[in-house]
């Protein structure tokens, strides 16, 4: 989809500040892929609706190849935005796809699905992030959804300011992105800043948001969010919104979501609200019955 031209960017009159920048953490999930947790449990309630946040990149296949087989998800959704490579996914509702170069996976787990995500490359680069957004309690146990987008079907634009961003979910700058959920009213921009450009994004006061940084550097109300650093924005009393200026190019994430103010109990892949909803999904799980019609 070639890039849209902006709409006239709503002013910012107050930036939101720089509340905390959080290093990841570096670990393997899967069947022993390397990647950096960067959303981590502890900063769920901070950060609801948001459970999880991932980045993986590398260039050597045994960082990446074996994948993720086969394993079980229940009462949230994944959100798979693929940078670089190939990445198969099966699952037990019946869904297949083939997540390529600037692709995005979104996968409602809702009452359970069982799926694998496998490299379809030996070698090369393979870079992404995966994203964990928690459903609210009535929908935790709703049918399972999936959909892949190629890169050409993201909605993208760019500003006069020097800035491309993908729209993967939300709205910007009068560009309605690939996916809308009215419970969480996600924000999720990929935003590609020229060397002196500057961006900025109307925020809900109540909404909590962050910025991830993978390529070069940004400053956020004045203080320089580096790469590989998430910078968790702050519910500034008064600010309507980000501006995010960069000195040099750079790239970084936007994400942004309203909380659901519930209770959060997560055991592995299961995340409910109640510790006996994760009991029974633990049991549905070793019985057969997850990713099974119910």
Known sequence: MPASIALPAEPIAHS???????????????????????????????????????????????????????????????????????MRHRDSAGHEGLLENGGVQWMTAGRGVIHSEIP??????????????NLPAHDKMMAPWYRDFA???????????????????????GVEGAVAREATAPLYLDLHLAAGSRFGQPLPADHHAFVYVYRGAVAIAGQEVPAQRMAILG?????????????AEAKALLIAGRPLKESIVQ?????????????????DYREGRLGREM
Not at 51 to 61: H, I, Q, T
Not at 120 to 133: D, H, N
Not at 151 to 173: K, Q
Not at 235 to 247: C, H, K, L, R, T
């Open 267 to 283: 055991y592995g892949p299961f995340v409910m609200n109640t510790e006996q909803e994760i009991r029974q999904a633990v049991a």
């Open 120 to 133: 379809e490359q030996e070698a090369g680069r393979m870079e992404g992030f995966q994203l964990w957004l």
């Open 16 to 86: 939101r500040t720089v509340e905390q920048l959080v290093t990841g953490q570096k670990t393997s999930d899967g069947a022993g892929v390397t990647l950096t947790r960067v959303l981590t449990q502890p900063l769920q309630r901070r950060l609801d609706p948001f459970l999880m946040l991932d980045a993986f990149g590398s260039d050597d296949p045994d960082d990446y190849i074996a994948g993720f087989p086969d394993h079980p998800h229940r009462g949230f959704e994944t959100v798979t935005y693929m940078i670089a490579g190939r």
């Open 151 to 173: 890169a050409a079907d993201l909605p993208r634009f760019a500003t006069e300011a020097g800035v491309e961003a993908i729209v993967i979910a939300g709205a910007s700058h």
């Open 235 to 247: 519910n500034d009393a008064g600010a309507d919104g980000v501006i995010i200026e960069a000195a």
